[in-house]
T-cell receptor, first 115, second 116 residues
Framework: DQQVKQNSPSLSVQEGRISILNCDYTNSMFDYFLWYKKYPAEGPTFLISISSIKDKNEDGRFTVFLNKSAKHLSLHIVPSQPGDSAVYFCAASEGAGGGADGLTFGKGTHLIIQP | GAVVSQHPSRVICKSGTSVKIECRSLDFQATTMFWYRQFPKQSLMLMATSNEGSKATYEQGVEKDKFLINHASLTLSTLTVTSAHPEDSSFYIC????????????FGSGTRLTVV
């Protein structure tokens, strides 16, 4: 049973527009959420995270929104750039980000930015 | 920022042999590191949690005798795939948490293991 779900395997967005990647989770014990960007045969690169005590966190072009009641989070990238094309993974942890717990990952969404 | 180095990046081995993968935290101490495995076009699956100075904690379904983990120091964890078989071919990635709550989990660059 998948506890972190990314239901869109791929997403195509025009350059300059907003990219919205969605993630749903089922485990109510998750309290720390992260987004990673990944290229083939490379390790994931950390983008942004959010604690369950917040509903929004922003870092440059990246904003993560968390809706705890809906068990849903989303990553907004604006404006989208060609270099943003990659696979994006949503991940969650039970440890409030304390570092002692491994992450549970979604299956990823392949974002394609079209010129 | 926190840097995690993983070596080798790619390895090909014969069936029945063992392969060791190293994961080092370069500029911070990590009492806990994590090992993941990724199959093609699939998610990263947590295999085990590596604890410095004690036994690793394995996720359900992961054979501890096949995937030996040693966390000998605060900056080094190793994963040894013993008696490798073709079905062990996969992408293995380690991770550690940088210092402070604002640090995300930093990942190594991964190791592509091919067992022939």
């Amino acid at each position: 049973d998948q506890q972190v779900k990314q239901n869109s395997p791929s997403l195509s967005v025009q350059e300059g527009r907003i990219s919205i990647l969605n993630c749903d989770y089922t485990n109510s014990m998750f309290d720390y959420f992260l987004w990673y960007k990944k290229y083939p045969a490379e390790g994931p690169t950390f983008l942004i995270s959010i604690s369950s005590i917040k509903d929004k966190n922003e870092d440059g072009r990246f904003t993560v929104f968390l809706n705890k009641s809906a068990k849903h989070l989303s990553l907004h990238i604006v404006p989208s750039q060609p270099g943003d094309s990659a696979v994006y993974f949503c991940a969650a942890s039970e440890g409030a980000g304390g570092g002692a717990d491994g992450l549970t990952f979604g299956k990823g969404t392949h974002l394609i930015i079209q010129p | 920022g926190a840097v995690v180095s993983q070596h080798p990046s790619r390895v090909i081995c014969k069936s029945g042999t063992s392969v060791k993968i190293e994961c080092r935290s370069l500029d911070f101490q990590a009492t806990t590191m994590f090992w993941y495995r990724q199959f093609p076009k699939q998610s990263l699956m947590l295999m085990a949690t590596s604890n410095e100075g004690s036994k690793a904690t394995y996720e359900q379904g992961v054979e501890k005798d096949k995937f030996l983990i040693n966390h000998a120091s605060l900056t080094l964890s190793t994963l040894t795939v013993t008696s490798a078989h073709p079905e062990d071919s996969s992408f293995y990635i380690c991770s550690a948490r940088g210092p402070g709550l604002n640090y995300g989990y930093t990942f190594g660059s991964g190791t592509r293991l091919t067992v022939v």
